[in-house]
């Protein structure tokens, strides 16, 4: 037979009303408990929720900044490829291309350089890599081989396709660099010659200029292998920097760009950064700033709030005080009152019994 269920009843206003009632001998931790205590984890509370959303909202920011400097540089660099297509489709550029006719191809490319100021320099190569024709005209290096240029080796490289080249050191012996955007002229099967335009990297750099990351925060772009292109403060002259090691460029980028936070190893200082792809070319745009100047903002919120809490905070400590040391003298009045009437009881209880004590004979 089962044993039988006792259940137990609790008692909350009881346990409530004991608590009081014990907390009420102890005012002062009991207005902190139920005062100070509240307040401080609401203060907490609200500081952590609004700088997650902060970070949130700066993440996004620069996520989409990088996107808009990605698309500017996707468009720019495609209005290259359409002016070189348009450049390579005519009929006259593929008769002087057989021709090899050096004057006629500088010619027409001249042509193409009034609709844009953006190209600095434009080569016609033959299959081989013999240049035919420079813009601007360098007679000195017509006959020359280019199978080494940048530009030349990525379109062959990628089976004769349309591609732009890593940052590279322009040939000749100089130190400016630049981006090469590649055109190969193709017809039946073969590849008659190839079509490069040359954009210097402080070009590319004009591109962004009007795009700001405020406070304190900057772009900067990296090609397909992991090189700055772009960057806005100065980089020693010389061969491409590498920055594979850096997070944003080591951080896995989906279509959808990516988002991260990290910390920057030489002082260590916490960034955040928004990164985009560039199209299909491999290269990724970085808005990057530092934590503590996308929380400025949350600062000159927050400072005024925290510092109204604190005045508010001394004015209830001050008060709780002032009041605990009113319920201390009430409770010692009333323990004195007490003890008064207890000690008054005892009398009188003594008094009547004296009262009811029989009386002995009267003498004679």
Known sequence: MAAPRHWVRLDLPGYCSAWLLSANRRPLPFLLTLVVGPLLVILAVTHGVNVRLARRQALHRLTMTARLAALIVEETLGETWLLERATAASPEFHDALRARHAARLSELVRHAFTVTS??????VLAPDGTILATVPARPEVIGASAVEDEGFRSA????????????????GGGVEKVVDVVWPIRQDEG?????????RVEEIKSWLARIRVEPEGFLYLVDHRQQLVVYPF??????????????????????AGATLMFREARRGQRWLAGVWPVGELGWRMVAVQPERAAFTLLR???WPMGVLVGVLLVLIIAIS???????????????????LLKQQQQRALLDRGRADKPKGPEAP
């Open 300 to 302: 000159r919120i927050l």
């Open 321 to 339: 005080l002032r009041w605990a040391q009113l319920q201390e003298f009430n409770l010692r009045l009333l323990r004195q009152n007490a003890k």
């Open 156 to 171: 062959r490289a990628a089976g004769w396709q349309p591609v732009v080249s890593a940052v590279h050191l322009r040939g």
């Open 118 to 123: 953006r190209v600095d320099v434009a080569l």
């Open 191 to 199: 590849v008659l010659g190839v079509l490069q335009f040359q954009h």
């Open 234 to 255: 100065q980089v020693l002259p010389g061969r491409p920097k590498q920055v594979a090691d850096w997070p944003p460029v080591t951080a896995p980028l989906t279509e």
